[in-house]
């Protein structure tokens, strides 16, 4: 993974660790932190100063395809092919609550910055909604033909 400051093109840091693949990235509300999640299942947190790698989180069974910081907190929402949403403090990649329910890879996801929402998309085409506080499942939207465009 590469970072470059765009005005100039010149590369600032680069940062290596992952073994596969980098699906998404995240930089956390104060730009010192960078989250990257890899098709290695592995969530590694970046010093986006330094380049140097803090933690890396290993809590899923399949690639990880998405993930975001969850407002100006430290916490950080994640989801995966494995049909789980998770979410996690960076700081110490503790993993507090998850979403389950999805029945494919989920491909999509969002949170509100409260954490009071969660919604994400699975390759089955199918939406749900969970209230972010207790990872109760509050609703599932599925689409009206019998199969999703892929």
């Known amino acids: ?32 932190s960078l989250a990257s999640a890899s098709a290695d299942k592995t969530v590694k947190i970046w010093d986006a100063i ?6 890396t989180i290993t809590s899923f069974e399949k690639q990880v395809t998405g993930l975001k910081y969850i407002g100006v ?4 929402a994640t989801c995966s092919g494995d049909k789980v949403v998770r979410l996690f403090q960076a700081s110490n990649g503790r ?22 929402l969660v919604i994400a998309g699975d390759h ?3 939406v749900r909604l969970w209230n972010g506080q207790n990872g109760q499942l ?9 199969t999703a465009p892929q």
């Open 73 to 76: 907190s430290d916490n950080l």
């Open 95 to 116: 993993n507090y609550r998850n979403m389950t329910g999805a029945e494919k890879f989920v491909n999509a996801f969002d949170v509100t910055d409260s954490e009071s």
């Open 50 to 55: 330094e380049g140097a790698q803090k933690r």
């Open 138 to 146: 509050l609703q599932t939207y599925v689409p009206k033909t019998e």
């Open 124 to 126: 089955s085409g199918t």
């Open 1 to 32: 993974m590469k970072c470059f400051n765009v005005q100039t093109g010149e590369l600032v840091n680069a940062f290596e660790g992952h073994t596969e693949h980098v699906l998404d990235v995240a930089w956390s509300a104060d730009g010192l």
